[in-house]
């Protein structure tokens, strides 16, 4: 499975952009960049996915560098509600169906 | 986005006994199913993929006949946890998806066994 690789925590000053990045060196051509985030005791939220283009929605956007070994989670203005814990995965194929494989993930804390 | 959802939202059971957790994709037909567990301050870990109709796979080291997984239908899956013991107390998450395309998450439920 490719892994990916996030600094443990980072903190952001509300109002601010939060730049959130991941290292993924042994992805594969054809395998998604995922990112999800979870708030305390809740399911993994989805955020963004990409696979080559940078992609960019209501939440956020997603830059993956050329050679596709890294990606930078950009929340363009970020507020307290975003403090959470934000995971870069991988999607897996398998001939059963694609899978998620989580990280540790970034614990992101907005401040005030 | 897609909704899916759990029931129920937390459980307390007696050890050695046996419970099970509905996941719904309540606007969506699921082809796959995913089942994790998390522990406090842990990260989710993938404990089976199931798809409707056929036999769950289990990840590397999850018991199979512990974790009992039935996709019966495109919009439930349920996991059955067997003989629970307090080690088995955790938050347990499923995700849905269609045909390789966004996977979605519940809202995940707590077990307790005391």
């Known amino acids: 499975d490719a892994k990916t690789t996030q600094p443990t925590s980072m903190d952001c000053a509300e109002g601010r952009a939060a730049n959130l990045p991941c290292n993924h060196s042994t992805i594969s051509g054809n395998e998604y960049v995922y990112w999800y985030r979870q708030i305390h005791s809740q399911g993994p939220q989805y955020i963004i996915h990409?696979?080559?283009n940078n992609e960019t929605n209501e939440m956020a956007s997603l830059i993956i560098t050329e050679d596709r070994k890294s990606s930078t989670l950009i929340l363009p203005h970020a507020t307290l509600r975003d403090t959470a814990v934000y995971y870069c995965?991988?999607?897996?194929?398998?001939?059963?169906?694609?899978?998620?494989?989580f990280g540790a993930g970034t614990i992101l804390r907005v401040k005030s | 986005g897609a909704v899916v959802s759990q029931h129920p939202s937390w459980v307390i059971c007696k050890s050695g006994t046996s419970v099970k957790i509905e996941c719904r994709s309540l606007d969506f037909q699921a082809t796959t199913m995913f089942w994790y567990r998390q522990f406090p301050k842990q990260s989710l870990m993938l404990m089976a993929t199931?798809?409707?109709?056929?036999?769950?796979?289990?990840e590397q080291g999850v018991e199979k006949d512990k974790f009992l997984i039935n996709h019966a239908s495109l919009t439930l899956s349920t996991l059955t946890v067997t003989s629970a013991h307090p080690e088995d107390s955790s938050f347990y998450i499923c995700?849905?998806?269609?045909?390789?395309?966004?996977?979605?998450f519940g809202e995940g439920s707590w077990l307790t066994v005391v």
């Open positions: 199931s798809n409707e109709g056929s036999k769950a796979t289990y």
């Open positions: 990409g696979l080559k």
């Open positions: 995965i991988v999607r897996v194929h398998m001939e059963y169906g694609n899978k998620l494989v």
């Open positions: 995700s849905a998806s269609i045909f390789g395309n966004t996977i979605y």
